[in-house]
Structure formats: C-alpha cells, structure tokens
C-alpha cells in the first residue's frame, strides 16, 4: 500500500490488511442481504402486518446492543408506516434475559400480533412456544450462537444459525435488524406501499450511529463489514446528523460529538446507555436514544451519567469484596484456579458482568462472577453468573460441555466465546466451580494463563507529533479483532503526581531528550518512586483550554 504513511502502513499489515480496497469503508462494499437465512420469511411477515396494520410489538434486552437494536427497529418500522410499533425491555431483575414465558404473557396485554426479538430469541424455546400458543407470530432476530436446536419460530435471522451463508459472522444484534429493516424498506418500496401510501421512503443511512454505537459497545469482532458499518456511523455523528441522544452522552461526559473516536463509543456512550440497564430500566436508555431534541436528549443523558455513577461505586465495592475472596483464596489453596468462581450474596446482579472483566484483566484467567438473581424471596437460591474469557477459551463451548456433563447445574445459559450469561442454584455452586476449572484446564495450556501484550513497536521521535496522531485516531475504525494502535517505549521518568487518589501522571523523557506527558489510569504504582519504566501506550490528543498536546495513555507500566 505505498500511498500510505509508513506507520500506518505498518499498522494495517499487523492486522491482515493487504490492498488499499480493504480501506473503501463505502455503504456500497457491505455484504448483501440475500444470504441471510430467514431474512424473506421474517420481511414477507413484517411487511404483511404493516399493510395490514397489525400490531407490531419488539422485545429486546437490556444492554447497549439492545438498545440501540431496539431503538432503530421502532424507529425505522416508524417511518415505514407501521401502525404505532412498540417495545418490551424485560427487566432482568424480574424477568431475566430473553424472549421467557413471562414477558410473552406481558407482551400478550398490549395484543400485538408480531413479535419481534431483537438480539435476543435464539435460545427462546418456551417464550416461543408460549407466543405460538396464544396466536402471536414470532420473528426471531439475534446473532448470539445457537445451541444444537433452534426455537420454533415463524422466522430466524441470525448469522450464527446453521445453514446460513452470511459471510460475516460477526455481526451485532443491531447489525442483524438493521439488515432486516433495509431489506423490508426495499420489500415495501417494491410493493408500491410507500407511493400508495403517501409515506417518504426512509433514509436507512440515517440509523447507522445507532449501528455503529451498538456494534462497538458490543465488543464483537470489526471486521471488513462491522468496520464499513461503524465507519459510517461514526461519520454521521462526527458530522452532525447523529441523533441528539447520541451527542447528549458526549456533552454530558466532557466531550463532543464532532470529535468523536470509535473508543469513545465503547468508554463513554456505551457505559452510560449500559448503566441503565444495570441499575434500573434500559426505557431510559431508549428513550434517550429517540430523543427529539437536545432538551429532551440532555435531561436523559443526565440522568444516565448519574446512573453511571452510581455504578462505578457499586463496582469499586464489588471489586475490593473479589479482591479479599481472591486473597482469601490464595491464602487456603495450594494452587490458584484456573476458572476463577466468585460470588458474594449482597453482589448487584446488574455489576457482576464489569467486576468478571476487572478480575479477568487482573488475572488473566477465566472468570464467572455470580449475584443472587432476585430480591424476591422464591428466586432467592438462584443465582445468575456473567462470565468473560481469554484468548483460546471458549466460554459458550464451555458452558456448554459442563451442561451436557453435569445437566441439573445450569438451569440456562447462552453467549459468545469471550462473554455468555447463566443461571443455576446456589447449592449447585460448589460443584459448578469446580467443574468450570476441570474444563478451563482441559481446555488451555498452563502458558495460555501468562498475558501477552502485542504492539506495533515503537514510534519514532518525528511521528509524536500532534497530525500523526490525529491519524492514528481516525485511521480505523479500532475495536476487538481490529485493535486500536499501541506502542511501547522505555524513558526515564522526569515528573510524577497522583491524580485523584488512583491516577499517575507523568512526564516522560525520551532517549532523544523529548519531553511526553502520560497517564496511567487506576494505576497500581501511585505510591511508588519511579525513576525509569517501559510502557506500552496509546498515542492521543489532549485538549484543555484550548490547547492541544500528545499524550500517552499507558496500559502497561513495568519500573525499570
């Protein structure tokens, strides 16, 4: 690729690209729809009730994918002239994840007669069957793996089903709906309905920040597709046509949307949309998110920050209690487990998914966290577990192989290989932990357990300069399987000072005499004397005042 600066040029090698056609993230080089399996059925179904105008009903779930997922499907059904579409988020703390018997017989009350799930419903075998039952057609949309059945539904769309020729498995459930709604826009516009119907065809362009929000906060794999799908969205939004839901959690963060990073969808929108789902109902998320306008947006973005923070509280307890079970551990043990098991009764069932990825990083293990699953006192003996792995462990496979093993554990399961959910009883726990580490270590080798830090080297005297970064920045999209640049560096430490009590910037020395301020974040060496370290950073552009300088965002600090 000889047109491109060579740092660049380096970058995108390491990540498997080798044309420059692999950088066109135009609308024009997404994968068509037509080898989506069940996309026809679930479109000829949609379309039949929009010309009839039947009720159409969206039942989502409570993170940022459904969210966003929930959001876009409402919205553009909206404006293709359904007739008042509506949604269901359940709330986990009643109802759990999914398409269940309950929140069918909830949905059953507004008397819609499509349901449609939104990145959920592939594990829904009862909630469907409950639907059937009382005369509601049922269009499952979804991209998490299936199990070795699927649910008896009118219709199936999802990338991960068997027989399905999508070439991109990675789609996120608000890629997957975005894709169904586009092709119904088409199916509607071949019917004549828009034209008959006085109704301006929509503008599906219009829905990609909400793709893009929804892909990166899912953490699902960038490829070609996802990155042409999150290319375009962040465009919108960098460009003013974003929604006002969407720059209301920019402004209420310090930050603006004209600015924004792929990172910034995944660390500063995403966990304020997410927080609602957390602590109390994801409504609020979605209803920010259709937002009209910024008075309205900047009021639920404020009350998702106040949310948010609340939830880092929780979270910091949650992790000193892991903390002192880890500890506590260590100190009975002979041996620290492979798959690392926590649980603690008071734990919030809406936090234990953070605190599993927080061990995890610090561990670099396996890790379950489990919470009670309800207040109520006859689900009291259940607990629900959120689960996050590591490179070469499966978490889906593995939950998977323990259900089969050992089938009165896990009363349900389901998820990825680096993220899934499940439910058991609490007296099953014992058992459970012990036969998640016997898989953990039939599965991986014991160097699998060491972190391994990849970067792209480092950077040159001349490339810390302001034009360079910005390029780095913008040259994505980053995110998982696409990663964002990082580079490692030795330098001798000039300055140091604790930022809040946890923060350590520095100001660091190059071998040249160049002087770079950086920061490590929640850093374990704030009480420490630093004369010389090695790190490996992240180059970004900090504002303040006005001015903008280079600053290194460390992920890794090793004293020298």
Not at 22 to 28: A, G, P, R, T
Not at 29 to 36: F, K, N, Q
Not at 56 to 82: H, K, N, R, W, Y
Not at 143 to 152: E, F, G, I, Q, R
Request: aromatic share 6%; net charge negative.
């Amino acid at each position: 690729m000889t047109s491109i600066p060579d740092v660049l040029n380096r970058i995108y090698a390491a990540r498997g690209l080798r044309t420059e056609e692999e950088l066109e993230l135009q609308l024009k080089r997404m994968l068509p729809a037509t080898s989506l399996k069940g996309l026809s059925a679930g479109v000829q179904i949609l379309s039949d009730a929009i010309i009839a105008g039947e009720k159409i009903l969206i039942v989502g779930d409570f993170d940022a994918d459904g969210a966003t997922s929930t959001t876009l499907a409402v919205e553009a059904l909206t404006a293709m002239g359904a007739s008042s579409p509506t949604y269901l988020v359940p709330d986990r703390f009643k109802f759990g994840y999914g398409l269940t018997p309950e929140i069918v017989d909830l949905a059953h009350e507004q008397k819609p007669s499509v349901i449609v799930t939104v990145d959920n419903g592939i594990s829904s075998f009862e909630g469907v069957e409950r639907a059937k039952s009382l005369g509601m057609i049922v269009v499952v949309t979804d991209h998490h793996l299936p199990s070795d059945a699927l649910p008896d539904a009118h219709a199936i769309v999802n990338p991960a089903q068997p027989g399905c020729d999508f070439p991109s498995k990675n789609l996120a459930g608000v890629g997957v709906i975005f894709y169904v709604m586009s092709a119904l826009r088409m199916h509607l516009r071949n019917e004549g309905w828009f034209e008959r119907s006085n109704i301006t065809e929509p503008n599906m362009a219009t829905f990609l920040d909400l793709v893009a929000l929804g892909t990166v906060a899912d953490l699902v794999p960038l490829d070609y597709n996802n990155r042409v799908l999150v290319e375009q969205g962040i465009r919108r939004i960098r460009g003013g046509k974003g929604r006002p839901g969407i720059s209301a959690l920019f402004e209420v963060a310090g930050k603006e949307a004209k600015n924004a990073l792929t990172s910034d969808l995944g660390f500063v929108a995403g966990p304020r949309l997410n927080a609602a789902g957390r602590l109390d109902d994801m409504a609020t998320g979605i209803e920010c998110l259709r937002s009209r306008d910024m008075i309205e947006a900047r009021q639920r973005a404020r009350v998702l920050n106040e949310l948010n923070q609340t939830r880092k509280q929780i979270e910091d307890e949650m992790r000193r209690d892991a903390e002192a079970i880890l500890l506590q551990l260590l100190e009975t043990q002979d041996e620290q487990a492979w798959g690392v098991v926590l649980y603690e009764e008071h734990w919030h069932q809406g936090v234990i998914g953070i605190l599993a990825s927080r061990v995890k990083e610090k561990l670099n293990r396996p890790v379950i966290a489990f919470a009670p699953a309800s207040d109520d006192p006859s689900f009291i003996d259940v607990l629900k577990g959120s689960a996050r792995s590591i490179p070469g462990f499966h978490m889906r496979d593995a939950l998977d192989l323990i259900a089969k093993r050992k089938p009165h554990l896990l009363s349900k399961f389901g998820g990825h290989a680096m993220a899934a959910g499940m439910s058991l009883k609490v007296d099953g726990l014992p058992e459970f932990r012990n036969e998640f580490d016997a898989v953990v270590r039939e599965s991986i080798k014991e160097e699998d357990l060491d972190a391994v830090i990849y970067t792209d080297g480092e950077l040159s005297d001349s490339e810390f300069e302001l034009e360079v970064v910005d390029m780095l920045e913008r040259a994505g999209p980053w995110g998982q399987k696409f990663p964002e640049p990082k580079f490692d560096l030795s330098a001798r430490v000039v300055q140091s000072k604790v930022l809040k009590e946890k923060h350590l910037k520095l100001v660091l020395e190059l071998s040249g005499g160049r002087l770079l301020d950086a920061i490590q974040f929640s850093s374990p060496y704030c009480s420490d004397k630093l004369s010389q370290v090695r790190v490996v950073y992240r180059p970004s552009v900090n504002e303040f005042r006005g001015r903008r300088n280079v600053q290194l965002l460390v992920d890794y600090l090793e004293p020298c």
